[in-house]
């Protein structure tokens, strides 16, 4: 299996173990998916998992680190495909829902 395949399959075992409410293991899978994909400079599958990984830290309540993976998710599709394609939407959206929580948090 090449490292683009295995990157894919750890993602996918990522999302599953999330949508299983296995957030322990999502966010140990994403893990190792990003670090592969970061060893190898692949920005398109960093700028997926990155997201997905977000969506688990916010999960976990670890919104700061959510912030920042959306950032840098947004930060690499920008520099591939601009800001006009439907995946940057949804990571921006993901962004702003990340943001207001932790301003929420602040307020209590």
Do not use: P, W
Not at 56 to 83: M, N, P, Q, W, Y
Request: hydrophobic letters at 50%; one cysteine or more.
């Amino acid at each position: 299996m090449c490292a683009a395949s295995r990157i894919g399959a750890l993602n996918r075992q990522g999302m599953q173990a999330l949508s299983e409410g296995n957030l322990a293991n999502a966010d140990f899978l994403l893990s190792q998916a990003l670090r592969q994909a970061m060893n190898l400079g692949l920005a398109g599958f960093e700028a997926k998992i990155r997201n997905n990984l977000g969506l688990v830290c916010r999960l976990r309540g670890r919104i700061d680190e959510a912030v920042a993976h959306f950032s840098a998710a947004l930060a690499h599709l920008e520099a591939k495909v601009g800001t006009q394609h439907r995946v940057y939407t949804v990571i921006a959206g993901n962004l702003d829902a990340a943001k207001a929580e932790a301003a929420t948090r602040l307020l209590h």
